[in-house]
């Protein structure tokens, strides 16, 4: 008797029948998506921005910014602004005139400071030519050693009790004077004033005295600087002043020359 042969069991993958294809992969169940958990409404990020400290502020269009934005949107939508390309050829033409100032400052430079040295060399010359007038003005002054006469303006002043510049010290009674500041100044040898040269000079002053009728003179003695006088001009104490005119004309002509 024949013993047929036991076919072998696969465990594995099921058998294939000889020439036939493979069998196709069975799909695979599709995997649910994980459920996220539900977040309630009071646990949810605000997406609304809080205003600042001046957000309350803003609605008032303290500072138009608004109106700026909307005025630059407006102009955008119309079409007024320009593109790249012409803000380009702007900057490029604004440009040219900048870099010609550029090369005409050296000229610029030059030019002023020509013109400032002309306006100093004119104000030299101005005042030299003011100077040498003024010393021509008083060229021949009435010094000390003149015989001549002169005639000028004489006024009073109120003397001391006190001290002039020579340093003496002087009363509204004394036979004294004061000369012009210009002849003082015009022999003075020192800083020190009461060692000016006309300190102790006398000269005699003559003038005609309406009220006496005829003429009046006044020796008086040089003690003082008289700062508004002219060069002809003398400043007396008020005795010697109303020897000569009354004390409510202030001021009179009158002649005078030195003594010594």
């Known amino acids: ?11 594995g993958a099921p058998a294939m ?16 998506a994980p459920i996220a958990p539900e977040v309630l409404e009071w646990e949810q990020p605000s997406t609304t921005k809080k205003g600042g400290l001046f957000s309350k502020f803003s609605k008032f269009n303290l500072f138009g910014a608004s109106a700026s934005t909307k005025s630059t949107d407006a102009s955008i939508e119309e079409g007024r602004v320009q593109p790249l390309s ?22 610029v430079l ?20 003011g100077l040498k007038k003024k010393s021509k003005k008083y060229q021949n002054l009435p010094l000390p050693g003149s015989s001549s006469i002169q005639t000028g303006d ?7 009790p006190g001290y002039g510049a020579c340093g003496f010290e002087n009363t509204s009674h004394d036979s004294i004077c004061a ?20 300190c102790g000079k006398m000269l005699r002053i003559t003038r005609f005295n309406e009220a006496l009728g005829r003429n009046s003179s006044v020796d008086v003695e040089v003690v003082d600087r008289c700062t508004g006088c002219e060069p002809n001009d003398i400043d007396l104490s008020l005795d010697m002043f109303t020897a000569l005119a009354d004390e409510g004309q202030g001021r009179v002509l009158g002649s005078w020359a030195w003594l010594d």
């Open 17 to 32: 029948a000889t020439g036939t294809s493979p069998a196709q992969p069975q799909p695979q169940p599709p995997v649910p």
């Open 1 to 11: 008797m024949e013993r047929k042969p036991v076919p072998v069991q696969n465990s």
């Open 154 to 160: 004489l006024t009073y002043y109120s003397p001391g």
């Open 110 to 129: 030059i030019i002023g400071g020509v013109a400032l040295l002309l306006l100093i060399l004119i104000l030299g010359l101005g005042l030299g030519l």
């Open 179 to 198: 000369v012009s500041h210009i002849i003082w100044d015009a022999v003075s040898t020192s800083s020190n004033p009461n060692h000016n040269p006309l």
């Open 86 to 107: 012409e803000e380009k050829e702007i900057s490029q033409s604004t440009a040219a005139p900048a870099r010609l100032f550029g090369r005409n400052r050296k000229k």
